[in-house]
């Protein structure tokens, strides 16, 4: 079975472009939450949804960044404009109803923006 | 809100001695605990998790950790490294019950010297 697919995996942009970060999560999970890790800052919680429902988008850093998911197979995170200080690497991770904690992991998308 | 501290940024060890990566969280409900490994370039991997029951866990290569809740601790440890457990080790934390995500601690980066 396939895991967390992430794309692109790297992705290089220029200040003050779109970008659109996808991931398909795994089969059956219904939660499904974007991570962004940085060396200063470790990994932070952005937003995460609930049968494609968002529930807490407390972690998204400002009104540049905005996530979807328009279904159970599909999300998508996107930065507009882009900053430099989006760099970063953005995983996306799913899970199972009934959750104990355990999340399925991609491979993360890595940002730099110039 | 819990909160996840892992004291030690990076650990050297020296391949085939023991290894502890340090632990601790602060939660005012029961919590979930669990290790996550991340090899270089690669997404966040779980390598073992307390639910409940008995205080020590293993993983299927050689690690194992144990739940201390007077200490509210989740110490990782190895008796033997070896060069390929060189990754970055990741504490996490989530509570009973809840499907919030998880929050993780900074990282500890394992350096395995030969």
């Known amino acids: 079975d396939a895991g967390v697919i992430q794309s692109p995996r790297h992705e290089v942009t220029e200040m003050g472009q779109e970008v659109t970060l996808r991931c398909k999560p795994i089969s059956g999970h219904n939660s499904l939450f974007w991570y962004r890790q940085t060396m200063m800052r470790g990994l932070e919680l952005l937003i995460y949804?609930?049968?494609?429902?968002?529930?807490?988008d407390s972690g998204m850093p400002e009104d540049r960044f905005s996530a979807k998911m328009p279904n159970a197979s599909f999300s998508t995170l996107k930065i507009q404009p882009s900053e430099p200080r989006d760099s970063a690497v953005y995983f996306c991770?799913?899970?199972?109803?009934?959750?104990?904690?355990?999340?399925?992991f991609g491979e993360g998308s890595r940002l730099t923006v110039l | 809100a819990q909160s996840v501290t892992q004291l030690d940024s990076q650990v050297p060890v020296f391949e085939e001695a023991p290894v502890e990566l340090r632990c601790n969280y602060s939660s005012s409900v029961s919590v979930y605990l669990f290790w996550y490994v991340q090899y270089p370039n690669q997404g966040l991997q779980l390598l073992l998790k307390?639910?409940?029951?008995?205080?020590l866990v293993e993983s299927i290569n050689g690690f194992e950790a144990e739940f201390n809740k007077s200490q509210t601790s989740f110490h990782l440890r190895k008796p033997s490294v070896h060069i390929s457990d060189t990754a970055e080790y990741f504490c996490?934390?989530?509570?009973?019950?809840?499907?919030?995500?998880?929050?993780f601690g900074k990282g500890t980066h394992l350096i395995i010297q030969p």
């Open positions: 991770a799913s899970s199972f109803a009934g959750w104990t904690g355990e999340l399925f």
């Open positions: 996490a934390v989530s509570e009973e019950g809840g499907a919030d995500g998880l929050t």
């Open positions: 949804f609930n049968n494609n429902v968002p529930i807490d």
């Open positions: 307390y639910l409940s029951g008995s205080t």
